[in-house]
């Protein structure tokens, strides 16, 4: 069974850092391109990243500020966020969009 769980999101202020973790299980995890995806309240959810074996993409809205990776080793998946604005306030979910699998999603609340 595939799973996507992903972990780290929170409050913090404009300005600030947070990385978030995504574990995958059930799967070959080092086979298949990962996506970040977050849905904002009210929004539809927007792709913001994607990492295959070596080539990272970027949304346009996202880009110097994010920074995905993985760690094959562990099947996780990460997404740094610096410089975080109020309008990155969403749900942020791992998927593997190809397959439709998505996790749980984590909470990233920017606000002073």
């Known amino acids: 069974e595939v799973q996507l769980v992903e972990s780290g999101g929170g409050l913090v202020q404009p300005g600030g850092s947070l990385r978030l973790s995504c574990a995958a299980s059930g799967f070959t995890f080092g086979n298949y391109d990962m996506n970040w995806v977050r849905q904002a309240p009210g929004k539809e959810p927007e792709w913001v990243s994607r990492?295959?074996?070596?080539?990272?993409y970027y949304a346009d809205s996202v880009n110097d500020r994010f920074t995905i990776s993985r760690d094959n080793a562990k099947n996780t998946l990460y997404l740094q966020i610096d410089s975080l604005k109020p309008e990155d306030t969403a749900v942020y979910y791992c998927?593997?969009?190809?397959?439709?699998?998505w996790g749980q999603g984590t909470q990233v609340t920017v606000s002073s």
């Open positions: 998927a593997i969009l190809g397959s439709g699998y």
């Open positions: 990492l295959n074996s070596g080539t990272t």
